[in-house]
């Protein structure tokens, strides 16, 4: 079975105009961290905001917030107020609390073009 | 500057040809890790260290090799490559600390393997 499942290839969005992008996880640890990292054309992993299991608020970083809802096991990412600038790939990932090495599980991705 | 260099950040090479791709980080983190990445798999962990000396397999070792002689430095050695070897790949660093869960990538390395 998946451990992280990105359900949107690729989706457009309206410039200054917010846009949601989904995370779905599985895990049968009670510890776990949940990743999303932004990978822009020119390559490089980018980290934009973590949310641990046991954190009761959602995490939020300038404009981007994770909407974490542990029940369902869904960790959406939301950019408000896009710009040309967040064209990119975004990934999801979890760190498992009994992953060996530390190891970051990914989704596959969701490309996002900003249209202006 | 905190960060994680990798080198080359571009290679192409032939079946069979021993190369090494570095990896350093000047954060003095524990943790350090290989990935690649292929188009809709996201990244996938090869191998990683948790101290110096201590390397396990991840998902996906099979043709790589790694050694882990100093703290800083983490190297990929593809003994014999092959076109299936051809990806990106990145290296990572996290410090073991708590509280401290972000990982720093590597600018990448786009290996291709003819």
């Known amino acids: 079975a998946q451990k992280i499942t990105q359900t949107q290839p690729g989706m457009f969005v309206q410039e200054k105009e917010a846009v949601t992008l989904d995370c779905t996880y599985d895990?049968?640890?009670?510890?776990?961290?949940l990743f999303w990292y932004k990978q822009p054309s020119s390559g490089e992993m980018i980290f934009l905001i973590y949310q641990g299991s046991y954190d009761e608020q959602n995490a939020t970083e300038g404009r981007y917030s994770l909407n974490f809802q542990k029940a369902r096991k869904s960790a959406n990412l939301v950019i408000s107020a896009s710009q040309l600038g967040d064209s990119a790939m975004y990934f999801c990932a979890m760190r498992e609390g009994r992953a060996a090495g530390n190891k970051l599980t990914f989704g596959g991705g969701t490309r996002v073009l900003v249209k202006p | 500057e905190a960060q994680v260099t990798q080198n080359p950040r571009y290679l192409i090479t032939v079946t069979g040809k021993k190369l090494t791709v570095t990896c350093s980080q000047n954060m003095n983190h524990e943790y350090m890790s290989w990935y690649r990445q292929d188009p809709g798999l996201g990244l996938r962990q090869i191998y990683y260290?948790?101290?110096?000396?201590?390397?396990d397999k991840g998902d996906v070792p099979e043709g790589y090799k790694v050694s882990r002689k100093e703290k800083r430095n983490f190297p990929l050695i593809l003994e014999s490559p092959s076109p299936n070897q051809t990806s990106l790949y990145f290296c990572a660093s996290r410090d073991s600390g708590r509280g401290t869960d972000t990982q720093y990538f590597g600018p990448g390395t786009r290996l291709t393997v003819l």
């Open positions: 895990t049968s640890d009670q510890s776990y961290g």
């Open positions: 260290s948790m101290n110096v000396e201590v390397t």
